[in-house]
């Protein structure tokens, strides 16, 4: 790891215009990682500036399809080439264990891979107007675009916003999390490696009042993709309005996994488990919400609690371990704060509910698996995102009071359920509100399948051809096959 980054502008390393640079830290030890340039309004003007050139006169959207695709497949190559040094970094950097890591790199890479294939197979459609016309589409790259990133899978989230934009033929800014800026560098350098001309990605780390908040409302920029939490999504879409910029978001959300009487049960477990506490729940996808059947209650819980006994929380770099640090002081914070509120309205507190008391870990931001039990569905603890290792235990008995529990809540991003009965399964799936639902399984997702939210989880899909669609207008054309043309004032 490198003791210094710098801003990708234009194909060049540079310092940011204030000269300003920021600190990142280990979540794990609190060790000093690297100083990063901080960019500002300043450094995004010229960052948009590059990238708006690059979209109006460079090559990148002019190239045959399949020769950006080709290179998208060269960056993917090189992602998991430096796939070790990657998922260490980002382990140093975000304090995620190196086994969630490893397999993070692999998805980054997969990103590359799947939109490469993409950039020659966006097919427009003939239409059959009515009248001698030739009437067809075509998908044009939607022009320049700021992305802005969050810190709890930080690789993944670049390769997510990038990809499908390279693909399409759009060219970028991107601005990392201030509290994990270092692995969207190292694939910048990737890019550069792999033969991306110059200006088509920026990446431009700095703080969202600052860096994000210019991006967001730059004149220059026409689409605007943003992950992180409802108020800032807010923000993002209010900066829009001036210059109507196209905006998806992510914003998250307080998922329902729902365990059937006639659910596998051991099965259930290990998916609720993951679901909820691999990346100490720093996931928009997790499934903080669990509803158990009455009916199986007394079981499923001995044997949740048996299994959440056996979660390994050390150092993240130790390949033993299952879960590592949270990632930041705030979440840390945010974490107790919930705890707290969870014992005030009454909820039974079951397991966890402080950091571990290892004195190896008290340097970082560790917190044990947390469950509480006795939760209603009014509670804060089980309607407001705490992002954390914190699973609130609800129970059901009938489908129609489940349902309506189970979509009680703003968000509608991910939903699970549990159950053998595959015609309940499928009713149960068309009523839940959210943009994923898991039968089965939890917390499941692959760069092929679109993903997003109903409700406050956002606006847009990612991933799919869905993903890459956002990142393209349509453009329709009209031909007229008659020699007549338009009779109207004629006659
Ligand atoms: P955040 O939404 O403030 O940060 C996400 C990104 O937005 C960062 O790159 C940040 O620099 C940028 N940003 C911040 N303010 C901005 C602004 N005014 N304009 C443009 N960009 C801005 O999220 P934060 O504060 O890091 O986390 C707080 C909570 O958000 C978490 O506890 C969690 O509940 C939720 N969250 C949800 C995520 C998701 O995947 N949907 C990811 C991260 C956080
Ligand atoms: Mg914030």
Known sequence: MADHYRLLIDGQWTDAASGKVFATHNPATGEHVANVAEADAAD?????????????????????AAARGRLLLQVAEKIRARGDELARMETLDNGKAIRETRAQVNAS?????????????????????RGRFHTYTVLEPIGVCGQIIPWNSPLPQAAQKLAPALAAGCTMVLKPAEHTPVTALVLGDILMEAGLPEGVVNILPGFGHTAGAALSRHPGVDKVAFTGEVATGQEVLRASIDNLTKVTLELGGKAPNIVCEDADLDAAVRGTLFGIFAGAGQYCDAGPRLFVHRAIRDAFMEKLMAMTRRIRVGDPLDPETHVGSLTTREQFDKVARYVEIGRNEGAQLIAGGAPPDDPGLAGGYFYLPTIFDRVAPDMRLAREEIFGPVLSVLDFEDDEQLVADANGTDFGLVAGLWTEDMRRAMRLAQRLKAGTVWINTFRQTQISASFGGYKMSGIGREKGLSGLEEYCEEKTVWVDLNDAGIGYFDS
């Open 44 to 64: 995004v003007d010229t960052a948009v500036v590059a990238a708006r050139r690059a979209f109006d006169t460079g090559p990148w959207p002019r190239m045959d």
């Open 109 to 129: 890479a997969d990103y590359f891979d799947y939109y490469g294939g993409w950039a020659d197979k966006l097919e427009g459609h003939v239409i059959p107007v």
